[in-house]
């Protein structure tokens, strides 16, 4: 289990995350409208669109928005068929990185994402070319609520989880995929706080920046990723010093 990583690393982006965060809500509707269409439109039977509808009540997302999401996805209501795409390659310092997209336009969108990679100091790879460094994880993002570190490792113990990325305000808990919706039951039905539960990729190792330009080079790619209106999740193995980190604000 580990107590400090990239998530520790990442936490001045606090400021960051809210901006994400206006966002989030076009997002998590890309996702149960893709849910839907794939298992429909009942949240009993279908486990994604059950995940998806969990992440949208954590988010606050009204209710109107959505059921509407639900019945595009079903076909009720019309709209453009969205279609899922990942993407990799490497960032500023060989950072390696996974995006995770969702289009009503493939022709569009990834012209797009090839020429922000080359704009900011990037490589766009072929699949696969980052990939095979990367573990398929679920991840369940909870407020940490006050519960020391030892506290909160007791419940991942019992949870069957593999890993606990401890912080203060809110840690995550990394499952096996087998394990995923076992996990989502267990920290559901004990009371606890999710924030968000999706699959990640969890890189194998990590790229160490060390030099603060070449971090803040770093940001500014990743960024252009985060505001891009079909990107669903930017996945990368970088790992900055605390003492850079500080300096990023």
Known sequence: MSGHSKWAN????KGRQDAIRGKMFTRIA???TIAAREGGGDPDGNPRLRLAMLNARA???PNDNVMRAV???TGEIEGAQIEEYTYEGYGPGGVAVILEVATDNKNRTFPEIRSLFAKFGGNMGESNSVAWSFDRK???EIKTNGKSEDELMEAVLVSGA????????QSRIIS?????GTLNKYFQENDFEIVESKLEYIPQNTTKITDVDMAKKFMKFNDAFEDHEDVQNVFTNIEIDDAIA???D
């Open 71 to 73: 019945k595009k996805g």
């Open 10 to 13: 990442i936490k001045h982006r």
């Open 176 to 180: 096996a995929m087998e394990d995923y």
């Open 59 to 61: 988010a606050n997302m």
């Open 30 to 32: 890309k996702e149960i």
């Open 138 to 140: 679920g991840v369940i």
């Open 246 to 248: 500080a300096q990023l």
């Open 162 to 169: 593999e890993d606990m990325e401890y912080d203060e305000e």
